[in-house]
C-alpha cells in the first residue's frame, strides 16, 4: 500500500503542534515546537527547495558574519595606530612604520576577539548590537554637538563620550545574564538596547562641560563651519583668487 507524502501541498491543511487535536501539550512545549534554534537552516527543505538553497542560506549568513567583524577589526586597529600611536605618542613615525603597526594592532585585536568570542558570552545578535549601542553612547554625542555646535570642547567631548560608554557599559553588565549579575530591566528595555541610556548622558556630559570650561579657539570653530559647509571654503578661495 502506498504511504501517504508528508510534504505540503496546497489544498491541504497545515499540520500545526498546537492544534486543537493536541490540548494535552504544555505552552512551553507549544513554544518549542513552534520555533528552535538553527530551524532557519532547514525552511528551505521544508518548503520543499533543493538542498543546494540550505548552503546558500548558510554561505549568506557566514559571509555576513565575516564582513561584519572584518569591518569592526579594521576600524578598531586603524583608530589605535592612527589616532593613537601616530597623533599622540609618535607624530614623526614614517608611513613604513605606521602600517607595520596597524597590520600588528589588526592582528591583536583579532586575537582578542577570538578569546571574548570563546568565553560565548552571547549570540552573534547581541555582540553586534552591543557594539552599535556601545558606540552610539560613545561616538554619536561626540559626532553631533562637535559638528552642529560650535561651543562644544574637548573637554565637554572627553566627559560625554565616558559617562555614556558608563552608563551603556554599566546597565549591560547589571542586566544581561552572562555577567551573572541579573539586576531589574529599567522600563522593560533589552540590554542590547543599553544605548539608549547612554545617549543621553552623553549629549548632556557634552554640553555641561562645554559650557563649564573655555570657548574654543577662532580656528576651530572656522573648521567647524567648513565640515558643516564645505562650499562656504571653495567660495572663499574663489573670492581670493579673483582679487
Known amino acids: 500500500m502506498r504511504r501517504a507524502s508528508s510534504v505540503w501541498r496546497p489544498g491541504r491543511a497545515r499540520p500545526t503542534p498546537c492544534s486543537a487535536s493536541a490540548p494535552a501539550l504544555p505552552p512551553c512545549a507549544c513554544r518549542q515546537a513552534r520555533w528552535r534554534p538553527g ?10 527547495l533543493p538542498y543546494v538553497i ?6 549568506g549568513g557566514l559571509a555576513a558574519a565575516l564582513s561584519t567583524a572584518d ?16 597623533k599622540m605618542i609618535n607624530p614623526a613615525a614614517p608611513t613604513s612604520r605606521r602600517l607595520a603597526i596597524s597590520k600588528g594592532l ?3 585585536v583579532a586575537i582578542c576577539g577570538a578569546y571574548v568570542t570563546s568565553l560565548k558570552p552571547g549570540d552573534i545578535l547581541f555582540l553586534v548590537g ?30 560625554g563620550m565616558v559617562g555614556g560608554l558608563a552608563v551603556c557599559r554599566y546597565y549591560m553588565y547589571r542586566t544581561y545574564p552572562f555577567f551573572g549579575v541579573n539586576g531589574a530591566l529599567w522600563w522593560d528595555i533589552n540590554p542590547i538596547s543599553a544605548g539608549i541610556f547612554g545617549m543621553p548622558v552623553g549629549f548632556a556630559g557634552i554640553i555641561l562641560g562645554s559650557l563649564l570650561t573655555r570657548v574654543p579657539a577662532l580656528q576651530i570653530q572656522a573648521m567647524v563651519d567648513q565640515v558643516r559647509y564645505p ?7 574663489d573670492e581670493k583668487v579673483r582679487g
Open 39 to 48: 530551524r532557519v537552516l532547514a525552511t528551505p527543505e521544508i518548503a520543499g
Open 54 to 59: 540550505t548552503a546558500l542560506v548558510a554561505a
Open 71 to 86: 569591518g569592526l577589526m579594521l576600524t578598531i586597529a586603524n583608530a589605535l595606530s592612527h589616532d593613537v600611536y601616530y
Open 106 to 108: 589588526l592582528l591583536l
Open 130 to 159: 552591543a557594539a552599535f549601542s556601545l558606540a552610539a553612547s560613545a561616538f554619536f554625542p561626540a559626532l553631533v554637538l562637535g559638528i552642529f555646535w560650535k561651543r562644544a570642547n574637548r573637554t565637554g567631548a572627553v566627559i
Open 231 to 237: 562650499r562656504l571654503a571653495t567660495d572663499n578661495e
